[in-house]
């Protein structure tokens, strides 16, 4: 009996160790192919990458932010999307934290836009939050939208949103368009915006459920995420994609459950 529980402690040390040394400092890129016949033959080239919950604190890692920003550029965005919470709730920020987070986020790369919308942690820093996002050329979706044309007539209509005051708003355009891509940090929103014929929405906010459990999920449910967790969801006829992040909350752990980027491409289907 006293070496059976000898192994378990153990194993539970190693699994400790490995979620809080190793596994929160790594680096996944995943790909995903958006099936649609609504967005023009054009888009076929356009590559859409995701970051999100960078959680941002004094003790940060810097070969996480290294490697976050070869990565980002590596894919070689058209348009990069940060789905929110650059800010760590409870944190006080020095101006050299500051200045870190512009340097690396000026040197974010994209051919056409950096996009950003406002995460719950942001909206306690809302103005420094702001202020991070135009100096390093990030253009900002506070409950906004912008029709996006790409080597075609027919844009897209992507929508940052911070809440859902006024969605069917966004959704009216004076240039028709078929597609619509719809950013917002909390993926429980998914609930109400299935029901308005939105093609697809990006979020963050889960951060995976922090401890991954094989064939079940994200295991630690917060507000916002309660719902869906996991990387992908299809409600109605709008496919959710959730970046589980690159930051932790309350303590530096993973497990099974590695710090990730999204990257998109559109695979026309007419």
Request: aromatic share 12%; charged share 20%.
């Amino acid at each position: 009996m006293k070496k059976i529980i000898a192994i378990i402690i153990i194993l539970l040390t190693l699994i400790f160790l490995y979620g809080h040394y190793i596994e929160i400092n790594n680096l996944n890129v995943k790909e995903y192919i958006i099936h649609t016949d609504k967005v023009p033959a054009t888009f076929k080239d356009l590559n859409i990458v995701q970051f999100s919950d960078l959680l941002y604190n004094s003790n940060y890692n810097p070969k996480m932010l290294d490697n976050l920003l070869q990565e980002i550029n590596d894919a070689k965005a058209d348009i990069l999307i940060f789905s929110g919470d650059l800010f760590k709730s409870g944190e006080k920020y020095s101006e050299q934290d500051l200045n870190t987070l512009k340097e690396y986020l000026t040197k974010m790369e994209a051919t056409q836009y950096k996009l950003a919308v406002i995460g719950d942690n942001d909206q306690k820093f809302i103005d420094t939050y702001k202020d991070i996002l135009y100096e390093s050329g990030f253009k900002l979706l506070d409950n906004a939208n912008m029709l996006f044309f790409y080597k075609d007539n027919t844009p897209i209509n992507i929508i940052g949103l911070t809440n859902l005051d006024n969605i069917n708003d966004l959704l009216i355009t004076d240039t028709p368009y078929n597609y619509s891509l719809v950013i917002t940090h909390k993926p429980d929103n998914i609930t109400s915006l299935s029901k308005l014929n939105i093609d697809t929405v990006l979020s963050g906010h889960s951060l995976g459920g922090i401890i991954n459990v094989p064939y079940y999920g994200g295991l630690i449910k917060k507000a916002g995420a309660t719902n869906y967790i996991n990387n992908y969801y299809k409600v109605n006829n709008t496919e959710l994609f959730i970046t589980n992040g690159l930051g932790y909350e309350k303590f530096n752990f993973r497990l099974l459950n590695t710090p990730s980027i999204n990257v998109y491409k559109f695979a026309n289907e007419e």
